[in-house]
Nanobody
Framework: QEQLVESGGGLVQAGGSLRLSCAAS????????MAWFRQAPGKEREFVAG????????YYADHVKGRFTISRDHAKNTVYLQMDSLKPEDTASYYC????????????????WGQGTQVTVSS
């Protein structure tokens, strides 16, 4: 059974860093575009960052550009989100998603989703 499992969330002070991991299992996700989304309480889910199946193209939402970095390790079937210079407004549940055979999209049209990991940034 295909599964995406996020980890690495936690509580951090503003200006700090966290690295989220998304471990895929059940199949190889090498040919899948991968992305991170987030959802804060009372708000809609929003796109954060995405990476093409090859890793050669990356995409970022304007509000995280320059602070977050997405990467993937095909050998480990894992995608990462390095988050630096965190702000209180980055507080949310972060979700990993996989899209089969297509490129990154900022909409929620993905085939697989993880259960989420909570990131809380204190001021």
């Amino acid at each position: 059974q295909e599964q995406l499992v996020e980890s690495g969330g936690g509580l951090v002070q503003a200006g700090g860093s966290l690295r989220l991991s998304c471990a895929a299992s059940g199949r190889s996700f090498a040919m899948y575009a991968m992305a991170w989304f987030r959802q804060a309480p009372g708000k809609e889910r929003e796109f954060v960052a995405g990476i093409s199946w090859s890793g050669g193209s990356t995409y970022y939402a304007d509000h995280v550009k320059g602070r977050f970095t997405i990467s993937r390790d095909h050998a480990k079937n894992t995608v990462y989100l390095q988050m630096d210079s965190l702000k209180p407004e980055d507080t949310a549940s972060y979700y990993c998603a996989a899209r089969r055979g297509m490129g990154v999209t900022i909409t929620g049209e993905y085939d697989y989703w993880g259960q989420g990991t909570q990131v809380t940034v204190s001021s």
